[in-house]
């Protein structure tokens, strides 16, 4: 990315806040795993999405003094000891370049700079990013106990409003996301057999991910086979594989913290049954319908509530339910979500989104039949374009007779 888009998210941002402001946002820390141990780290979204910088600790702050607005980085001091283990960490010379911040001071000089500021300013207001479970809690905790005249504020959905609509470069990173995972989905498919285990397909995907350069996943692959396929986020993965069964994979790969998200659901020998393809039919049916309706303007609890309706009526056609009310007991879950550097990509207050050009969305319509031991989930991940939309995702094959063919022509074993 180029530092112009951290810039311009920059100052997308303090013009929205109010003035007499401070905004704070940490990078983070990798959380301990187990003794000296870390999980690995990963930046606060919000801080990269304004810096681009993925190194923990690092802390970015705005200010909105009298009309005058102000950039600083505040960076880890250089630890010529701890850099012989684990390598070198940003220097003060690099942040312009990275992302156009000038002011780059240490992180030791981070209290008594935000304690003049606050000092000096009646009734501030600090910006923090309060998502639950956020690094920024530590620092809240303390602020209150030190001092009486601020104004916290939460810019989590001020920062995820601008999320929303990626510009061209972001979408070209979930496409390269995208590209990846179609590859992973495509060797899993032609490594399919009954009498192998989830984590055997599942291992298919994760070689491609990796030889390509990525990471890290979007989430945690689901690798569900049979009836697993009716718990919506079934990540165990160590069933066997049943001849006459179906298996259901969500996955996605990373790419420069971007994701792709992408269901598909096939027979593990490479051929339907009459009743599963009626059933998978009827799922593609509500996703192709669903993703017709996709332009800018539209509603997306409208949508989410129209995609409902369709499969509660797909599921009296199937004889699984006879009234609407009813569907619940067959799809649980929600048509789709925004997708971008979370695969569920900020959870707004308020959901109802209106769909505007740049924002990407799946659609990711299910029925899922626990006593038939049938689960069908079909993804796509679309990007609302100035006219309509586009399948970001259209070169994952999708049709019953697409699968059948895909899968009798590429026969590993
Ligand atoms: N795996 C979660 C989702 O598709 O939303
Ligand atoms: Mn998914
Ligand atoms: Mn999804």
Redesign the pocket.
Known sequence: MKREFYKNNREKVLNKIKDNSLLILFAGKAPKKTADENYPFTPNRNFYYLTGIDEEDHILVLSKLNGIAKEYLFIKEVDPIMEKWEGKTIRKDEVFDICGVEDVKYLGDFNSFTDKIILNKEDINIYLDLEKGNTSYDFLNEIKNKYYNINIKNVFNLIGSLRLIKTEEEVNRIRKAIAITIDGVNELMKNSKPGIKEYELEAYFDFVCKKNGTKDL???T?AAAGKNATV??YVTNDSELMDGDLILF???AQYKYYNG???RTFPINGRFTDRQKEVYNAVLRVNEKVIEEMKPGVSFLELNKKAKEWIAEECISLGLITSKEEVSKYYY?SI??SLGMD??DIELENRDVIFESGMIY?V?PGIYIEEEGIGI?I?DDVLITDNGYEILTKEMIKTVEEIEEFMSNNKEN
Do not use: M, Q, V
Request: glycine fraction near 10%.
């Open positions: 979007a989430f945690k689901i919506l986020h969500d996955l996605g998200d992408i269901s879950h789709g979500h695969t569920h799946t990711e989930r993804e």
